[in-house]
């Protein structure tokens, strides 16, 4: 049950080959998350925006303001990528950035909004690529591991979709619905 809770879609399965159909998919899941995240929270009160998706687990508000940080991670990592051979990206503390102030007790509109414009710009780059962008990579120095923006596509419409899980799921469990 800890990892149904933890991994509500299940943990990212990356495909064998990146086709066409699969990214635009991808890109449009992304474009469409913010939508789609708002519509499950702003009707939420502050308690059940500060209510746990699973024991240990962030609140909702954490949730949404870590999805702003890491897709703003995101979009830089692919700039970065497409402006410098194969860079080696900042790692960042997905953990500590949760348990600051602005993670923890900051309203989360400013968040949605930030998501609105950001995966806006992000489908926008993303559906202007080259297949030869697409093979642009970068260096995550957490996982010594390159990483190809095409990858990165799937990992992140896939980011938004767990997220967005945890929120819904915790919904359906205490009846928010």
Request: net charge neutral; with cysteine.
């Amino acid at each position: 049950m800890e990892d149904k809770l933890r991994y509500p879609i299940g943990k990212f399965t990356a495909p064998e080959v990146y086709t066409k159909e699969y990214l635009s998919k991808r890109i449009q899941e992304i474009a469409e998350f913010p939508i789609l995240l708002k519509k499950e929270v702003s009707q939420l009160s502050d308690e059940q925006l500060d209510t746990p998706y699973r024991d240990g687990g962030w609140t909702i508000r954490q949730v949404v303001h870590h999805c702003a940080d890491s897709h703003m991670n995101c979009f830089i990592r692919i700039k970065w990528a497409l402006t410098e051979d194969s860079p080696t990206i900042k790692f960042y503390y997905e953990d500590r950035w949760g348990e600051m102030a602005d993670n923890t007790k900051m309203p989360i509109e400013s968040s949605l909004t930030l998501l609105g414009g950001l995966h806006f710009r992000l489908s926008y780059l993303m559906n202007s690529l080259s297949v030869s962008d697409l093979n642009k990579s970068f260096i995550h120095p957490e996982h010594n591991a390159s990483f190809q923006i095409k990858e990165v596509i799937g990992t992140y419409a896939w980011h938004g979709l767990h997220h967005l899980a945890h929120i819904t799921e915790l919904k359906k469990r205490k009846g928010w619905q």
